[in-house]
């Protein structure tokens, strides 16, 4: 099962711990810092890890409501 976390900039500390505890289940995980390099196109590359995710942890943080980037992440898998 490949897993992609959602995340705030400010839960990356959080976001870190739940990527290691995954892994060491035997999870896939998708994760930006693994993923995204400088000079990439970050929003093709995360649209693809979407597409490849069977499922998706959202990190809800305080800071979560003025994240666009997980909102457009969260609307993305909306269905």
Same mark, same amino acid.
């Given at each position: 099962?490949?897993?992609?976390?959602?995340? +705030? /900039? /400010?839960?990356? %500390? #959080?976001?870190?711990?739940? $990527?290691?505890? #995954? *892994? /060491?289940?035997?999870?896939?995980?998708?994760?930006? &810092?693994? &993923?995204?390099? %400088?000079?990439?196109?970050?929003?093709?590359?995360?649209? &693809?890890?979407? &597409?490849? +995710?069977?499922?998706? $942890?959202? #990190? #809800?943080?305080?800071? $979560?409501?003025? +994240? %666009?980037? $997980? /909102? *457009?992440?969260? +609307?993305?898998?909306?269905?």
């Amino acid at each position: 099962m490949k897993v992609f976390i959602n995340n +705030s /900039q /400010q839960a990356k %500390p #959080l976001a870190r711990l739940v $990527v290691k505890a #995954l *892994r /060491q289940a035997g999870l896939d995980v998708w994760y930006d &810092e693994d &993923e995204i390099y %400088p000079g990439d196109n970050w929003a093709k590359i995360t649209g &693809e890890g979407l &597409e490849k +995710s069977d499922a998706m $942890v959202v #990190l #809800l943080t305080p800071d $979560v409501p003025c +994240s %666009p980037n $997980v /909102q *457009r992440n969260v +609307s993305f898998c909306a269905w």
